[in-house]
């Protein structure tokens, strides 16, 4: 098992609620890491998906009323909507008798379901932790080309070959289209759906164009914001709002859209290895979004993200709100020898950050004047996951 960087965060969590909630894609190791965790041993584990789990739990109250002093993990949470009420009263129950902390951990992969479900029922008695793919910060630096290109789901980052993980992408995209989605409850073709994942991945990083979405599938804008709500939900897709400034200028207001993990961006768009990829010109955009996500994950908790684009062209690609109202602006750049644009220095003029960086493939830092300096992904991600400290 490779280590996981949220597990200290888990464990301590764990230590403070009577309930954690872990979301994540499926396959993303949310079951590997909840089991490993120190503060698990001893658990009790059902699965939802499990028949035989979901029987011992048609008198939820009776069976898991009896595991006092015990930790339980409950997989694919959403699927019973009601046992938030029934977990509700045992809480309160177990902390009346003093257990404090350490009562449940679930898991749940449609994040907006189960926050809706388990604030509504929980409040003040759940925290919650995200679980994303594999990033930088927990693999060996060496091997980022590989993440890159691969992605960070375990099963695919680690297959044996190109080839065996580009089958695993595609099966998992398949999965998802033809069962997953249909389980949750959205009656959507897996065909339709599964070209406007493509269009998102043609597109990444791009300016959300609803209009453009629903011309391409005949379909209407409510229907197509209805798609992007469901794929952000499975926290497959990620929209990156617009950083509103207190300046002058006409700010562009739609927010960017990028499919989170690089490697399902590349098997939608069929582009199988390195070579097929830096020939395509999604390799910047791809690279992009990459690096945003290695970055926000690494990022303090309650970090705020945005991006900065004026109407004439100034943009800065990742805008940082950090705690203790710091402000962090950082350019991303795919080659070895990155360049800082004039747009790029007329957007730090009205932003006036704290920090500013040009993120580039290499490894080398260095000042590149007027306050900017050249990194590399790995060690701002590490520069951030210190501010934690």
Known sequence: MIPRTLE????????????????????????????????????????????????????????????????????????????????????????????????????????????????????????????SPFDLREVDPADQSRLWTRGGFPRSFLAATEADSVTWRAGFIRTYLERDIPQLGPRIPAETLRRFWTMLAHAQGGLNNAAELARALAVD?????????????????????????????????SPKVYVRDSGLVHTLLRLDDLDDLLGHPVAGASWEGFVIETLLRAAPERSQPSFYRTATGAEVDLVLELPGNRLWAIEIKRGLAPKVEPGLRTALADLNPDRAFLVYAGQERYPKGDGIEAIGVGELARELTALDD
């Open 8 to 131: 200290t965060r888990l464990e301590q969590r764990l230590r403070q609620f009577p309930a954690v909630a872990l979301l994540g894609p499926r396959q993303v190791g949310k079951t590997t890491l909840a089991r490993a965790c120190p503060a698990a041993a001893g658990a009790l584990y059902l699965d939802l998906e499990n028949p035989a789990d979901l029987e011992r739990l048609a008198d939820a109250r009776g069976y898991l009323g009896a595991r006092g002093g015990l930790l339980t993990i409950i997989d694919e949470v959403q699927r019973l909507p009601s046992l938030f009420q029934v977990l509700r009263g045992l809480i309160d129950e177990r902390i009346r008798a003093g257990e404090a902390a350490g009562q449940f951990l679930l898991l749940g992969s449609a994040s907006m379901d189960l926050l809706q479900q388990s604030s509504e029922s929980l409040a003040g008695r759940i925290a919650y932790l995200e679980l």
């Open 221 to 253: 804008g409510k229907t197509i914001a209805r798609y992007l709500d469901l794929m952000v939900d499975l926290l497959l897709v990620r929209r990156l709002p617009p950083y509103f400034a207190n300046v002058r200028k006409r700010l562009v207001k």
